[in-house]
């Protein structure tokens, strides 16, 4: 039969649950060691958090002021992952959660509905103001 085991307690939480706004899909990293997915903080900031497959405590990955305003996406490598933040374009680092910016802040916000790498890692493409948009990462 089909095994299925629950991964997240969060009921005790100031915010319980996992956010479905933005709408996203929880991923797991290229190497299968992570999953990533979107929760509020204890100030009801949506930020990023990682589990392990094996199950434990979720560790709150991202630390930013203002909401993830975006489904996210892996980098190839697993050690970043992009996003939208501040409307520009971002990446945070897999165990630091450093946040880097990749794009300026622009007048019409990405497209909430996801960032998407390249296969190789050196590209990130998005979707704002109904066009297609790409960009380097140096990653």
């Given at each position: 039969?089909?095994?299925?085991?629950?991964?997240?307690?969060?009921?005790?939480?100031?915010?319980?649950?996992l956010v479905?706004?933005?709408?996203?899909?929880?991923?797991?990293?290229?190497?299968?060691?992570?999953?990533?997915?979107?929760?509020?903080?204890?100030?009801?900031?949506?930020?990023?958090?990682?589990?392990?497959?094996?199950?434990?405590?979720?560790?709150?990955?991202?630390?930013?002021?203002?909401?993830?305003?975006?489904?996210?996406?892996?980098?190839p490598s697993?050690?970043?992952?992009g996003f939208?933040?501040?409307?520009?374009?971002?990446?945070?680092?897999?165990?630091?959660?450093?946040?880097?910016?990749?794009?300026?802040?622009?007048?019409?916000?990405?497209?909430?509905?996801?960032?998407?790498?390249?296969?190789?890692?050196?590209?990130?493409?998005?979707?704002?103001?109904?066009?297609?948009?790409?960009?380097?990462?140096?990653?």
């Amino acid at each position: 039969g089909v095994v299925q085991r629950r991964l997240t307690f969060t009921h005790h939480r100031a915010y319980p649950g996992l956010v479905n706004v933005p709408r996203h899909w929880v991923r797991c990293n290229p190497q299968g060691t992570q999953i990533a997915f979107l929760m509020r903080d204890d100030n009801g900031i949506v930020q990023l958090w990682l589990i392990s497959p094996q199950g434990g405590e979720p560790r709150q990955l991202t630390h930013n002021k203002t909401d993830i305003q975006s489904a996210f996406n892996w980098h190839p490598s697993g050690e970043w992952l992009g996003f939208v933040l501040d409307n520009r374009i971002a990446c945070a680092h897999a165990q630091s959660g450093e946040v880097e910016y990749l794009t300026e802040n622009h007048a019409n916000p990405p497209s909430a509905d996801a960032v998407v790498f390249s296969p190789d890692g050196q590209w990130l493409a998005w979707m704002e103001g109904g066009q297609l948009w790409i960009t380097e990462t140096d990653r």
